[in-house]
T-cell receptor, first 113, second 118 residues
């Protein structure tokens, strides 16, 4: 059973466009929702994270939107650039779970010039 | 600068061999994790450790074991490698936060070990 469902698996966006990746979760105990970015040949690195007490968090061109009632959250990349081409993983964790998180399957983003 | 290193970037092993994957972190983190990454399946947790000599099974522990004798080092062991264990293996570490409201903490990943079992 996939606890964190992520879509789409792949995404092609034109330079300057908006990239949108969606995630949904089942476990209502989840209270921490990070996004990780992975470039080829590298391990994932934390991009941005949100807790359910806020509905939106923005860091530069990256924004997380969170809908607690729908148990969904999404990553928006504004003004997408070729350098944003990477695989993006959403994840979810809970305070009582030894601080481990469950990852989505990943979205491979390609930003074309 | 935060650093998680993995002993090998690429490994080729034969079916039935015992395989050791080593991970070292220099951040004095309490938590350490082993994942495998496969296309279409994302990152799946194999085992994690929240203290020296302590370990917990993740979502897919079958066919694997781990060892954590020192705080900075976490080893993943494939007792008898099989072809379905061909994968990218990622190690990560994170700081333990005792505040119950802290929840998850940033995980710092190594570069990964790509293992091919023939």
């Amino acid at each position: 059973q996939q606890q964190v469902k992520q879509s789409p698996q792949s995404l092609i966006v034109q330079k300057g466009g908006i990239s949108i990746i969606n995630c949904a979760y089942e476990n209502t105990a989840f209270d921490y929702f990070p996004w990780y970015q992975q470039f080829p040949g590298k391990g994932p690195a934390l991009l941005i994270a949100i807790r359910p007490d806020v509905s939106e968090k923005k860091e530069g061109r990256f924004t997380i939107s969170f809908n607690k009632s729908a148990k969904q959250f999404s990553l928006h990349i504004m003004d997408s650039q070729p350098g944003d081409s990477a695989t993006y993983f959403c994840a979810a964790g809970d305070s009582g779970g030894y601080q481990k998180v469950t990852f989505g399957i990943g979205t491979k983003l390609q930003v074309i010039p | 600068d935060v650093k998680v290193t993995q002993s090998s970037r690429y490994l080729v092993k034969r079916t039935g061999e015992k395989v050791f994957l080593e991970c070292v972190q220099d951040m004095d983190h309490e938590n350490m994790f082993w994942y495998r990454q496969d296309p279409g399946l994302g990152l799946r947790l194999i085992y994690f450790s929240y203290d020296v000599k302590m370990k917990e099974k993740g979502d897919i522990p079958e066919g694997y074991s781990v060892s954590r004798e020192k705080k900075e080092r976490f080893s993943l062991i494939l007792e008898s490698a099989s072809t379905n264990q061909t994968s990218m293996y990622l190690c990560a570490s994170s700081l333990y936060l005792p505040n119950i409201l802290a929840g998850g903490e940033t995980q710092y990943f190594g570069p990964g070990t790509r293992l091919l079992v023939l």
